[in-house]
């Protein structure tokens, strides 16, 4: 199973740009699809952005499509999420996580801890 340990989170105005980073150990990281999801307060987890294990296709939510963008390179085992245009809606715990479907909207089963993001306004 991977390991993933994500970073980059923190507080920003709306309008601001953060890239967060999630860094992967363990089994071989370029056989793995990788995604970021987010929970805000009371809510559910939900699916923001994946990338297959190429990079070549990826898959966003609609709500970030235009503003996020998710990347990778599996020569350091690690996955970016670049988020600009933040706004307050965004604030939330990002998680990253990984999978061994093709498919960039996953399924996946293996999690990072979290990273904190708060938007305000």
């Known amino acids: 199973q991977v390991q993933l340990v994500e970073s980059g989170g923190g507080l920003v105005q709306a309008g601001d740009s953060l890239r967060l980073s999630c860094a992967a150990s363990?089994?071989?990281?370029?056989?793995?699809?990788m995604g970021w999801f987010r929970q805000a307060p009371g809510k559910e987890r939900d699916f923001v952005a994946g990338?297959?294990?190429?990079?070549?296709?990826?898959y966003y939510a609609h709500s970030v499509k235009g503003r996020f963008t998710i990347s990778r390179d599996n020569a350091k085992n690690t996955v970016y999420l670049q988020m600009n245009s933040l706004k307050p809606e965004d604030t939330a715990i990002y998680y990253c996580?990984?999978?061994?479907?093709?498919?960039?909207?996953?399924?996946?089963?293996?999690w990072g801890q979290g990273t904190q993001v708060t938007v305000s306004s």
């Open positions: 996580a990984a999978g061994v479907s093709p498919d960039p909207a996953g399924p996946f089963d293996s």
């Open positions: 363990g089994r071989t990281f370029s056989g793995y699809t």
């Open positions: 990338i297959s294990w190429t990079g070549r296709n990826t």
